[in-house]
């Protein structure tokens, strides 16, 4: 094979894509179809709470597009960090909607299904031979933080997805992956540059971002030949310049230099983004810089307990300019008012929009103010019962408190529902961000079949 | 030397987490021009980022010029990880307003 083409529809699956794009992209005749299904933007809770942040229904819509394809064409689907975590819940869900779309379309096929969530007693065994360090700034890693643990993935690299190719895969569907794999698999077992596929995996992972203009939900195609590839997006409407697909290269990432990943590290230093026509850009110069020992990114979460909020407003100048003693004695009042109840173990916070709301996690930052406040009222506590009793309480002491120099006396707060209060369920945390020493690049990653 | 805004000499100016602990902070110049006298002065530096967002130099991980796409990265250490309790922002997408009103001298 001269050349490897990867079509790449969306930028996460079920965010969707224009039919006639990947019609155009079917046409070029590409070697594999791949897209990326997760990622930890959305925060803690969907790894936690074992379900995607994206639409069962959306997934549906796209897969049910992109496996007929494929099998007509004859070529493998490869799909990264099911149901947008990785854990076994998310890529038990995924394998739903597949025998769905498999039934429903009469297909037959081979799905392969790559796991990544690891036992608690294989990660506390990897921290007694010492194969965990911290990832960034976070502290080492202890058996107590994975006892706490609801699951814990680790970002496979392509070498269980080459395994999964070789045995005669149609479909793959993998736990959590690194961004770049699915795309660069079946190249990298052909034999082209390492460096390059991966490359052009972080690119194409994103699907038509990198274009001008940008979208997450549209699809781009990717060319990879020996000394370079050539991304391009498949919709007319879009094109790619050298400068968007630069760009790119910083787009979530540290250092733009510098992309590790399983086994090693992207090198940018001398990278080149060629302009080949209006719409397609070519790249080459990227090098794959190998670490000794092979390293897999760890991710978990743990439950620090059960969420109720309350937003309520503010139009009142008086109560503005008084906010932060407000907040204050309501919070002294709600400590003392469960002190002798067995609640003290709460957490309460009230977020206020129009006073550096969005701005609070610098608080040297320099004050805004407005004439509306938003305050959302926040409590976390063991219980969903406690956390409602406590947001409920601090709401109704708020509504009602007697601040300094108060003339509306009626109600201090501009409730948008009824009721005003929202359960929201589980709150988790990120407490697993660490890198795992591996030996066997696949045998943490078990591999299991259907056959449709 | 002349003082200018940020907003006046670039095109983007946006904020992201950069997984889950760091937050990566973009500025891409609108011309090549403007970005290597920018990055001859070294008027983007860790000095003027952390008063403005009242962090320690510690706390930034990288500050890189990125010639390729005429931009500047600087990502720095998440005040919280995203999503624990008392955040405001969990994408980390709506932390680049103070980079906006920076006023830089070259």
Known sequence: MKEIRVLSPTAILGYGFPEESFIEGMRRKPHVIAVDAGSTDPGPYYLGAGYSFTDRNAVKRDLAIMIPAALEAGIPVMIGTAGGSGARPHVEETVDIIKEIASEQSLHFKLVILQSEFEKEFVKEKIRKGDIMP?????????????????????????????????????????????????????????????????????????????????????????????????????????????????????????????????????????????????????????????????????????????????????????????????????????????????????????????????????????????????????????????????????????????????????????????????????????????MRIEDTCEPFPMSFIEF | MAKYKLTELASVIRSKNSGPYELTFDVIFKDFETFYKVKEAQAINKQNFCEIYGIPESDIFHLVYFDPAKAVKVTIRRPIASGALGETDVYGAQQHAPLMALEIEF
């Open chain 1, 135 to 435: 990832l960034g700034p976070v502290d080492e890693l202890k058996e107590s933080d994975v006892d706490e643990s609801i699951h814990i993935v680790a970002q496979m690299g392509e070498e269980p997805f080459i395994k999964a190719l070789e045995s005669g895969a149609n479909v793959i569907l993998a736990g959590r992956s690194y961004d770049p794999c699915e795309f660069s698999a079946l190249a990298i077992q052909q034999g082209f540059d390492k460096a390059l596929a991966i490359h052009m995996g972080k690119i194409l992972e994103c699907a038509a971002i990198t274009a001008l203009p940008g979208s997450g939900s549209d699809c781009m195609l990717g060319t990879l030949r020996e000394d370079s590839f050539v991304v391009e997006p498949l919709n007319p409407i879009r094109k790619c310049t050298a400068l968007s697909v630069a760009a790119h290269s910083l787009y979530e990432k540290s250092n733009p230099y510098i992309l590790p990943g399983p086994g090693g590290a992207l090198d940018l230093h001398e990278t080149k983004f060629n302009q080949l026509s209006d719409t397609q850009v070519e790249v080459s110069g990227t090098k794959f810089i190998p670490t000794e020992e092979y390293f897999v990114k760890l991710e978990g979460v743990r439950r620090v307990g059960y969420r109720t909020m309350s937003p309520a407003a503010t139009h009142d100048p008086i109560m503005i300019s008084q906010i932060d003693t407000i907040i204050e004695k309501v919070r002294e009042r709600v400590i003392d008012n469960f002190r002798n109840s067995g609640m003290k173990d709460f957490y309460l916070d009230f977020k206020i929009y129009g006073k550096k709301g969005v701005m609070n996690m610098f608080p040297k930052t320099a004050d805004s103010t407005s004439d509306e406040l938003l305050i959302i009222i926040e409590a976390v506590a063991p219980t969903q019962e406690q956390a409602n009793t406590i947001c409920g309480f601090a709401r109704s002491t708020m509504l009602h408190y007697g601040y300094e120099g108060r003339i509306s006396t009626a109600g201090n707060l501009a409730f948008p529902f009824s009721p005003s209060d929202c359960k929201m369920g589980a709150v988790y945390e990120f407490n697993v961000y660490h890198l």
